[in-house]
């Protein structure tokens, strides 16, 4: 495993009690980072905690992401408790479930649109001002190749996570001179609990679609995630980096 040093960084990751962002922050902490993570789930945060705590400094905040009070009151509680917000990994995200788009609950539509979307917005609206202080940042959003492409029976996912692309790419160019960067990258079908929200007919669609023949590992995307919100990622931002074994053509 490639070394990625984060001494001295200070990173909040959603949705970081499980899946890709429970790697993420696995990772960033055997980096040199402080980690915060903000979730839901009180009790598998509490949970991921207890694991993950032995590799370093970190911190919890159960939050709902939909709230925008309550997350600018997690990047108050975060500033104050780790004196700095350099990284923001947006990995909260929730399926929806699976269905055709005029057969989709509109409730459960907006739902998804709230926490894929409007959730990773308001995170970036509490930690983006703490980062222009401190004059240094990276962003990293986690969107999916289903928002490149569009998945059929997943409107509601696919299009929530085109509009992580588009907040990416504006986010990008509105702090291109100030030293955030701002990025996305696009997995295909990780291997996680999301699956347990997904149709099996889907599932195997999903891993129809890539070259590769496999689904993603949290840990391979834990590489790329963290290297965007490292140093070393000087001149590239408002961009979109591939993860989907081959699937993506664009």
């Known amino acids: 495993m490639n070394a990625i040093d984060l001494k001295g960084r200070t990173a909040v990751i959603t949705g970081g009690a499980r899946g890709i962002g429970y790697a993420v922050a696995q990772r960033a902490l055997r980096s040199g980072a402080a980690v915060a993570l903000w979730d839901v789930d009180a009790d598998r945060l509490a949970r991921s905690r207890g694991e993950l705590s032995e590799w370093g400094e970190m911190s919890t905040v159960t939050v709902d992401l939909t709230d925008a009070a309550a997350v600018e009151a997690a990047a108050a509680s975060t500033f104050a408790r780790h004196g700095s ?12 479930g699976n269905g055709s788009t005029w057969e989709l609950d509109p409730a459960v539509w907006r739902r998804v649109i709230e926490v894929n979307l409007v959730g990773s ?119 979109v980096f591939d993860l989907s074994g081959g699937r993506a053509t664009y």
């Open 85 to 96: 917000i350099d990284i923001l990994v947006n990995s909260a995200g929730i399926t929806g």
């Open 121 to 239: 917005y308001l995170t970036c609206r509490a930690v983006v001002p703490r980062m222009l202080e401190h004059g240094y940042g990276r962003i990293v959003n986690i969107a999916s190749v289903a928002g490149k492409e569009g998945n059929p029976n997943a409107s509601h996912y696919s299009a929530s996570k085109a509009g992580l692309i588009g907040l990416t790419k504006s986010l990008g160019k509105e702090l291109a001179t100030r030293n955030i960067l701002v990025n996305a990258v696009t997995p295909a079908a990780c291997k996680t609990e999301i699956f347990d929200s997904m149709s099996q007919q889907h599932i195997d669609y999903m891993l129809s679609k890539i070259p590769m023949n496999r689904f993603l590992m949290p840990d391979e995307a834990a590489s790329m995630i963290l290297w965007l919100a490292s140093e070393d990622c000087a001149f590239s931002t408002g961009s």
